[in-house]
């Protein structure tokens, strides 16, 4: 049975529910950050999922590179999955801009997190819903 860790949910607000993965928004105001997590239990490493699922996975990448994208006109998209600090896997897929307090080296372990103002959190989450929801009316994935 499929349990998001606690670090996760912690750092994170939930955002969506795609077809394979949770679609959290991480809770600083810094960097638009969604992280990935596929709803399987078990998986560390991203050779984990089956072929299909996979290729989901790539899908679901695209698509939230793209809400980033329409949402926050970054400079660059960069995705990883690491998990160093976090075994289960998720992928990190943040817009990034030349001005953000990180650049150009990664967000990791830069700085202390910022957090967003409710209202703030309240209308960037409604802003991805509703794109995301764009999003995936243009992909045809679920």
């Known amino acids: 049975m499929f349990k998001l860790h606690s670090q996760l949910a912690q750092d994170t607000v939930p955002v969506a529910t795609l077809e394979l993965c949770q679609v959290l928004l991480m809770k600083d105001a810094r960097f638009p950050w969604l992280i990935l997590?596929?709803?399987?239990s078990g998986l560390r490493e991203l050779h984990d999922l089956a072929a299909g699922e996979r290729i989901q996975l790539m899908e679901e990448i695209s698509v939230t590179s793209?809400?980033?994208?329409r949402c926050h006109a970054p400079d660059k998209i960069n995705v990883g999955a690491l998990g160093n600090l976090v075994e289960?896997?998720?992928?990190h897929v943040i817009a990034r801009n030349q001005n953000d307090d990180a650049w150009p080296g990664p967000v990791w372990g830069?700085?202390?997190p910022v957090p967003y103002a409710?209202?703030?959190l309240d209308q960037i989450r409604n802003d991805l819903e509703t794109a995301l929801e764009a999003a995936l009316e243009d992909a045809e994935i679920k």
Request: aromatic share 0%; charged share 15%.
């Open 37 to 40: 997590v596929p709803q399987k």
């Open 88 to 91: 289960q896997l998720h992928i």
């Open 110 to 112: 830069q700085g202390t």
């Open 118 to 120: 409710q209202a703030d």
């Open 66 to 69: 793209q809400v980033l994208e």
